[in-house]
């Protein structure tokens, strides 16, 4: 068990029903001790790390009627922590359809205009067919440190929030609106920040609608407005059109509209699914629901899978997207996505799969034209192929895994010199045989990796053997313990070899005392023929002996009705 962050820690209360709070026990006292103890030692120094490492630590957690308030203490060589609860409240009561949020909730609203959680109040209806919600709340704290302190955090406004959301209909045909009204309060952030960042506020607008055509044929569709401001403090745009707007949402000569879209049509033919969709974001939509979102770009793409002969399972896709549609930016991105994939059990004992993927990222002319030596221009292609072997004996089970990849990636500007070009080839090796007598598993792998670039080229072989297994009657004894072995050769530079071993136990007595122990060796020998071998070099060694009591101080449980035997 590891020592708790020195991190606050939070105060909770989250319940799906109101009746569940009566239900809870009046009080709970719960906690842990632990220690921690750590060697270290290295024959090039411990200059960067102490030869040992001593934490102690404790926490403890009060219970009362389902709130939980916890506590942790941690000391580490010479250095101490301590935290306590914060409130962070939060409740969200049901009756039949009806759910209330009160303190920190999140409420569902369209991916476009909002994803955060909100501090505040809440109701939804959720019907068979009409739903509705509306919330408001804060929706960020301000951060308002001291801006003389160098170590000051970025500042930021405190974000409040409102908004509402109406839908009708099933899950195949449905249409539902939603709307986010955010602003920062100006006046949560001292004068001195102001000058750096201003606050900003916004109103957005989404629709989300689902038809079913037929049985086979299924549309859907996003489409978002927002009005933003970056600074809703700027000077008023007054005309008859807009004034009508003024109490939700001032139009400045800081505020864009954006708007964001997508579509999609869904084909399912009994074995044979497929979509096809397209999506645009314009430039610089904004809300300030959102912690971060794309834009300036639409895509195009294409899914689509299968089964043939209810034993081959079959998928592919294929994906374009360019970003400067509004053609204002200096260069145009487009970016092109595609792969393929094949898995089949062939027999009881041998399944197979293999794939394909890639991606071609091409640049061109926006306002400004492209100079022919830096165009970017690549290609990354990837092929994989990973056959496996599964036999499962009365005594014995074997799990053989062969895997192969091959990726390269090419700069494909005709004035490239190579620099960048890389080529990869790995194959690995896998075994697993599981002893059922001994509720003991052994696993062994092999794998070799090359990588080719620029007049160079990397070679890494890597085998391990690792095994585990559990004692006594009760399993309270496990131990592990893994052996490894790396050759790495970087071509004219370097050659190293390493030997990794590290073992654990671990041993738990009358379930609240828990004993650990761990350690670990590893040695790593240059091999270049031309070294100075007068060093035989590096040794480390690290050993960690660790305990852990949990104990139930208080429980004060509520009386419960005892059951009528005869029911």
Known sequence: MLPVSATAQSLTLGQNTISSIAESDPLI???????????YHSTIGSGYRSPWGNTLWANMNISVYGVSMPFAFSYSNDNSSFSFPHLSFHIDPTYKNWRGHFGR?????????????????????????????????????????DPADPSARAPQYRRLGWGFKVGYGSSKSFLDLFLLRAYDQSSSVSPEWQQRIRPQENIAVALRGGMGVTRWLSLRGNLAFTAFSKDKEAERVHTTRLDRWDQIFAARYS??????????????VKNFNTSVFYRMVQPDFTTLGLYYTSNNYQSLGINASTTLFNKIALTASFSGQEDNITR????????????ASASTQISQHLQLAAGYNGYRQV??????RVNDTTRVNRRMNSLYLTPSLIFDGEHLAHVISLTGNYTENKD?????????????FAVGLSHSLELKALEMTISTSLSHQQSDGYQTRYTSDVLSVGTGRSFLKDKSLSTSAT??????????????LSLGTFVTAGYTLAKVHS???????????????SADHSSTGTTELTASLGYTYTFSLLHLAKKRPTPDPSL
């Open 29 to 39: 006292i719960t906690g842990a001790i632990g220690t921690q103890n750590t060697f």
């Open 105 to 145: 909730s999140s409420m569902t609203m369209s991916s476009y205009i909002m994803n955060m959680s909100f501090n505040g109040i809440g109701l939804e209806y959720g019907g068979e067919r009409l739903r509705f919600g509306a919330f408001y709340g804060e929706l960020r704290n301000a951060i308002n440190d």
């Open 255 to 268: 505020s864009l509209m954006r708007i964001a879209t997508d579509v999609s049509a869904n084909v399912n």
């Open 328 to 339: 204002n930016q200096l260069y145009t991105t487009r970016g092109f996505v595609y792969n």
């Open 363 to 368: 640049q061109s002319d926006g306002t400004a």
């Open 412 to 424: 494909l500007n005709r004035f490239a010199t190579g620099v960048s070009d890389v080529k990869t």
């Open 483 to 496: 052996l490894s072995l790396c050759y790495n050769d970087i071509k004219n530079q370097r050659k190293n």
């Open 515 to 529: 004993f650990s122990f761990s350690a670990g060796f590893n040695k790593y020998s240059d091999t270049n023929l």
